[in-house]
């Protein structure tokens, strides 16, 4: 089992940049696969980015040259780097591990509140 907490998470005006972080306690080396979800109030849950044992990366077409996740096995901890961002990104990030690539989504963070505006 692994215990996650994100930080990083702000108000920032359109265009801007954020940088996600997620610390795990445990290891997640090469156990699990990571990943970022988002929700937005009346929306489901949805697959932002995820990050295999190796760097394989997945994005949803959305964020695709945007958005950047990678990880630190050493550090126990992965990141969202969040350029060029806008309103629609706004949503409550949340940091996930699990087993399956596509679907890292065993164990959950509290969450993180990001806020872009116009």
């Known amino acids: 089992q692994v215990q996650l907490v994100e930080s990083g998470g702000g108000l920032v005006q359109t265009g801007g940049s954020l940088r996600l972080s997620c610390a795990a306690a445990?290891?997640?080396?090469?156990?699990?696969?990571m990943g970022w979800y988002r929700q937005a109030p009346g929306k489901q849950r949805e697959l932002v980015a995820s990050?295999?044992?190796?760097?394989?990366?997945y994005y949803v077409d959305s964020v695709k040259g945007r958005f950047t996740i990678s990880r630190d096995n050493a550090k126990n901890a992965v990141y969202l780097q969040m350029n060029s961002l806008r309103p629609e990104d706004t949503a409550n990030y949340y940091c996930?591990?699990?087993?399956?690539?596509?679907?890292?989504?065993?164990?959950w963070g509290q969450g993180t509140q990001v806020t872009v505006s116009a």
């Open positions: 990050i295999g044992h190796s760097g394989t990366t």
């Open positions: 445990g290891s997640i080396s090469r156990t699990y696969f």
């Open positions: 996930s591990a699990g087993f399956d690539f596509r679907f890292p989504n065993s164990y």
